[in-house]
Each structure stands twice: as C-alpha cells, then as structure tokens.
C-alpha cells in the first residue's frame, strides 16, 4: 500500500519561473493539505482539499500561489514567478475523512524546492 | 502568530536518558493534539497523540503528559536511544480545521 507520494522531490528553478509540485495521496484518501517547511522552523499549513474542491486556503499567500485537486489525477500546488524565498520544503498529507483528529495524518516526504 | 509554542528548540540526551519536549497553546478550543516525529529528508510521521479528557497517554517509551488548566503539554521519551534522534514537532487541532503545528524540537541522542 503506496503512501503519499510527492514528485518532483528536488526543483531548481530560477526567479520567475514556475513551479509544480505533484501529490498523489494514500489510496482511499480523497482529502489532501499542503504544508511549507522553511529551515529551522515548523510547519505552516498553507490549503486544504477535496476532490474538485478548495476547502480552506487561509494559508495560502494572496498571489502567485494556488492548489488544485482534480477529479482525476494528483494535487497540484503551483507557484508562479517564483521569489528567494519560496525556497522551502513543501509536504503534502492526506487523510481518509474530513475531520483530522478523527485518524491520522500522513505526510509525503516532501518536495524540496530551491530558487537561484 | 504562533499558535503552538514549542521549547526547547535543540536537545541532548545521553543515551538512557529522558527526553522531555514541552508545548504550550492558547486557543482552548483545541481537542486533539498529536506529536510527529521526523527524520532527515523524510516528511513527518504520527507518533502518539492525546486528547484533552486524559492527562496521559503512554505507548511503549514515549509519554505525553497533559495540563488542561495550563494548556501546556509535553512528550516524555524514556530510556532514549541513538535511533530517537530526529526533530519532534507537537500539534494542536480542534474539529475539522486544520493542524497548527509548533516550530520543532531537535533531539540528537549521543551514545
């Protein structure tokens, strides 16, 4: 039973270019979040999904970023023109039912993004 | 705003010894509260997790110690061993929303 599976696990991109980064849940799990890791410090909650459907993207910065999770096919966060400092490691989880504390959460192991 | 603080941020240990990692919140509407461990270039995984009607929940070495009254929580690690090395990040959750999670504590347990 494949976990959550991130790709690519390494981008390099340079400023102004976009980023994609891919997450394919747990098999059964259509509720996925996406989580920012910036070094020596914790995670930020950044959206949360469900299948077609944004259901909290209060993490989210205003611009440049969005997340997708289509009927078919894997979650998408997207970046666009990318800065510095989105330089950051970027993990997906994904969960079986749409309250966390009801089971656990399991994260991918992440995307590890660079911007020259 | 930090919803969840964590201390300290590093941690040596001896070998046998006892870890002690200690959160604290605000928000009393939280009800549930996990701590994940994670490894070097691995995404975070589930540890042990509590809810507020317990003040303890222990799994094999590793304790966590609840304070309703001080809204504080902590994760105990008994007889801790090179293998705990790891950075351990406590949670706090209420309902379906999603999981505030502290900065991390990096525990490096030498032999």
């Known amino acids: 039973n494949a976990g959550v599976m991130q790709n690519p696990r390494h981008l390099v991109r340079r400023r102004g270019q976009e980023a994609r980064l891919r997450c394919s849940p747990m098999k059964g799990h259509s509720h996925v979040y996406w989580y920012r890791q910036l070094p020596e410090e914790g995670l930020k909650f950044m959206v949360y999904?469900?299948?077609?459907?944004?259901?909290?993207e209060s993490g989210m910065p205003k611009e440049r970023f969005s997340a997708e999770f289509p009927k078919e096919g894997p979650s998408i966060l997207r970046i666009q023109q990318v800065v510095r400092g989105d330089s950051a490691a970027y993990f997906c989880a994904s969960t079986r039912t749409s309250g966390m504390n009801t089971g656990e959460l399991f994260f991918g192991e992440g995307s590890r993004l660079t911007v020259l | 705003q930090q919803q969840v603080k964590q201390s300290p941020q590093s941690l040596i240990v001896q070998k046998g010894g006892i870890s002690i990692i200690n959160c604290a919140y605000e928000?009393?509407?939280?009800?549930?509260f996990p701590w994940y461990q994670q490894f070097p270039g691995k995404g975070p995984a589930l540890l042990i997790a509590i809810r507020p009607d317990v003040s303890e929940k222990k799994e094999g070495r590793f304790t966590i110690s609840f304070n309703k009254s001080a809204k504080q929580f902590s994760l105990h690690i008994m007889d801790s061993q090179p293998g705990d090395s790891a950075t351990y990040f406590c949670?706090?959750?209420?309902?379906?929303?999603?999981?505030?999670f502290g900065t991390g504590t990096r525990l490096t347990v030498i032999p």
């Open positions: 949670a706090a959750q209420t309902g379906a929303n999603n999981l505030f």
């Open positions: 928000n009393t509407a939280f009800d549930y």
């Open positions: 999904l469900q299948k077609e459907n944004i259901i909290d």
